[in-house]
């Protein structure tokens, strides 16, 4: 199992390369199960919160964002649609460490979104277009014949659905964690500012740093 090492005395200007090389540490380690689960939290305009785990499926360290994918007309998608400012969590318990993010999501590219979508499982491609997420469902038979009905319709070929995409998420906010001996973690925070450029993307100021009590 890979050891644990605290961030250094002096923190890294963009904690991007670092939560790069623990992402991608967790994906080689056995012990950690999932590593690309990550809980995302969204809110209604009034403020009701909600959490649910996705899967962090990119990340990508310049200009600095990670992306996941869902249905749009699920109910964080109707939430990111109505308030796009989100937080989320990575926990990798086998590591001790963690990652917290806060910041805004767009929507990924069309290609983005097909070029995941196609890489997906047959089943996983079909069940995109038979389950309306997030909807009430009088039976397990039902999403069973609304399988089975997609199945027939599409066969091996099965495009992605108009509801059916990536968003990418923005951190405004990341704060970097490491398990320490007898509760005396090691934690620090990096903020940076946006500015919103089109539909896609922002400019991202410079990172300012901070380490915490934990």
Known sequence: MLRKAFLPSKLPADPMPLFEEW???????KAQPNPDSMVVATSTPGGQPSARVVLCKKLIKDPGYVVFFTNY?????AEISANPRVAAVLHWDALGRQVRLEGRLVLSPPDESDEYF?????DSRIGAWASQQSQPLDSRATLLKNVAREAARFGTHVPRPPHWGGYRLWPEVLELWIEGPFRVHDRARWTRALEPVGAEGFNA???TATRLYP
């Open 23 to 29: 992402f991608l540490q967790a994906r080689e380690q």
């Open 73 to 77: 007309r699920s109910r964080k998608g």
């Open 118 to 122: 196609a890489s997906r499982a047959l």
């Open 205 to 207: 100021g410079p990172w």
